[in-house]
């Protein structure tokens, strides 16, 4: 089946600007996570969403980040008023609970990039 | 605290010979499970390999193999026969608490170069 996909793939935007990320997790994944990657740099982990639960929020790096997930679909996660040190890879990936191995399948990510 | 260390920030191996990397953790949850995954230069991030806290003999799949050694809390990653296709970033993570989602956490990676 398909697996985790992101859009856009690349984003462009100035500083003080607003952007929103999207994520299509594998179809009946109830787990969906999204990470940040700096240039160079390991995966952060940023927040994850596991069915009907509250999210864990704890990696968010401040309130300018968010995250909203519909269900078991689509997932964003919004930027508020941009800053250059935003600019990373971000990540996002779904897993199966109760699978055995809870294995997360990541999308392809999408690079933002903020002048 | 670093919760997963990965020492290597580079490795070099010769093509067809087998590379160790290595991956040292830090919990004090008895249930958590391990994983390597593989970047390219594309920036894909592919799955490996598995470990869980109470399995009890190491996983393997395929050219990889993960030597656990559950006392040293170490989780590192064997690659046998090395091809020039699996140069890239490599990065340990880990998942604490019982199956169901939990926060992972990834190590900085090592960088593989596989020479011919």
């Known amino acids: 089946g398909a697996g985790v996909s992101q859009s856009p793939s690349n984003k462009v935007t100035e500083k003080g600007k607003d952007v929103e990320l999207r994520c299509d997790p594998i179809?009946?994944?109830?787990?969906l996570y999204w990470y940040r990657q700096r240039l160079g740099q390991g995966l952060e982990f940023l927040i994850y969403?596991?069915?009907?639960?509250?999210?864990?929020k704890s990696g968010l790096p401040s309130d300018r980040f968010s995250a909203e997930r519909t269900g078991e679909s689509v997932s964003t996660l919004t930027i508020q008023r941009t800053q250059q040190e935003d600019s990373a890879v971000y990540l996002c990936?779904?897993?199966?609970?109760?699978?055995?191995?809870?294995?997360?399948?990541f999308g392809p990510g999408t690079r933002l990039t903020v002048l | 605290a670093q919760k997963i260390t990965q020492t290597q920030p580079g490795m070099f191996v010769q093509e067809k010979e087998a590379v160790t990397l290595d991956c040292t953790y830090d919990?004090?949850?008895?249930?958590?499970?391990l994983f390597w995954y593989k970047q390219p230069s594309s920036g894909e991030m592919i799955f490996l390999i598995y470990?869980?806290?109470?399995?009890?003999q190491n996983a393997t799949e395929g050219r990889y193999s993960l030597n656990f050694q559950k006392a040293r809390k170490s989780a590192n990653l064997v690659i046998s026969a090395s091809q020039l296709g699996d140069s890239a970033m490599y990065f340990c993570?880990?998942?604490?608490?019982?199956?169901?989602?939990?926060?992972?956490?990834f190590g900085a990676g090592t960088r593989l170069f596989v020479k011919a």
């Open positions: 919990t004090s949850d008895p249930s958590y499970g």
């Open positions: 969403f596991q069915g009907n639960s509250a999210p864990d």
């Open positions: 470990q869980g806290s109470y399995d009890q």
């Open positions: 179809s009946g994944h109830t787990a």
């Open positions: 990936a779904s897993s199966l609970v109760g699978s055995g191995t809870d294995t997360q399948y």
């Open positions: 993570a880990m998942r604490e608490g019982h199956t169901g989602g939990f926060k992972t956490i």
